[in-house]
């Protein structure tokens, strides 16, 4: 299994970092089989897996129950677990208890967090004393979406670019082991890799962050409507599922499934003693 400490080399050899979303056990098991570097258990989940407007309605407990499922069928990849709304923007001490019951009862590798406020800094610093490693997550935080105003491209003036390149050094210092830079543009993105001695990861950030995240349903086109602008899908099951289903509707209308092959028979003497004829 990839850690911290692999996923810090692969930085510095230019290694490109891959990562995926997963939300069960068989998409974290297919994915793991591909060779995928980490999956995320995003609260994405809210929208893509349990039809949500947003990741507001995301519990501690969605993502504990979405986290085992995910750690059990990845168990040899390093598997992140997104804290939820409101799970950490409370007091030191509950947001401490939340970090332990989603990091203990998942078996992930680490928690992901959002934000960069002093109050985000120092519970970074305080997780990563008691030994539960964090990734960080700057520019578009879709559990703030209601404060910055919508899903807006984050960092296009000086003194956004600015804030950003100081939390990402901030967010490093605290302890985080590598931050998710979510839709800036790809200068900007740039500027805050060639800074960081810790992996950032790309979300609609460009080509030169240390590594890319995307949304497993985005890429295979697996019952979403929309793509953002940076997403390229290598699927599109919204075709494949119902082709599938609509055949196998049609098979069973038309008595073609099961066929006996696809079914159990008693044995010839059994069906004699029953009075049974061949079907």
């Known amino acids: ?87 950490y923007h ?62 807006r491209v984050q960092g296009k003036d000086q003194a956004s670019i600015d804030k950003l390149i100081k939390d990402a050094k901030a967010l490093e210092a605290s302890g985080a082991i590598g931050i998710v830079l979510e839709c800036i543009p790809k200068e900007v993105a740039q500027l805050i890799t060639s800074q960081l001695t810790i992996p950032t990861i790309g979300i609609g950030a460009g080509i030169n962050c240390d590594g890319q995240v995307i949304v497993s349903h985005d890429i295979l086109k697996y019952g979403v409507d929309r793509l953002p602008k940076f997403v390229r899908s290598y699927q599109n099951f919204n075709e494949v599922i119902p082709q599938a289903i609509g055949q196998y509707i049609a098979e069973v209308k038309q008595g073609a499934f099961p066929n006996a092959s696809e079914s159990y028979v008693l044995s010839p003497e059994l069906r004699t003693a029953l009075n049974l004829e061949d079907a």
């Open 1 to 87: 299994m990839k850690n911290k400490i692999t996923l810090q080399q692969m930085k510095e050899t230019d290694d490109k970092i891959t990562m995926i979303t997963a939300y069960d056990y068989p998409t974290a098991k297919l994915a793991e089989q591909a060779g995928i570097d980490m999956i995320l258990v995003g609260d994405s989940l809210g929208m893509v897996v349990l039809g949500y407007d947003s990741t507001i309605q995301v519990t501690v407990e969605d993502m504990i129950h979405h986290g085992k499922a995910v750690t059990r069928g990845a168990s040899d990849t390093f598997v992140v677990v997104d804290m939820p709304f409101m799970s």
């Open 90 to 151: 409370i007091s030191l001490e509950d947001s401490m208890r939340n970090a332990k019951e989603i990091f203990q009862q998942t078996n992930a590798q680490a928690i992901k967090i959002e934000g960069a406020s002093p109050e985000i800094l120092q519970f970074i610093t305080k997780l990563t004393d008691a030994g539960i490693p964090v990734v960080a997550h700057i520019g578009l935080t879709p559990q703030s979406v209601n404060v910055l105003g919508g899903f």
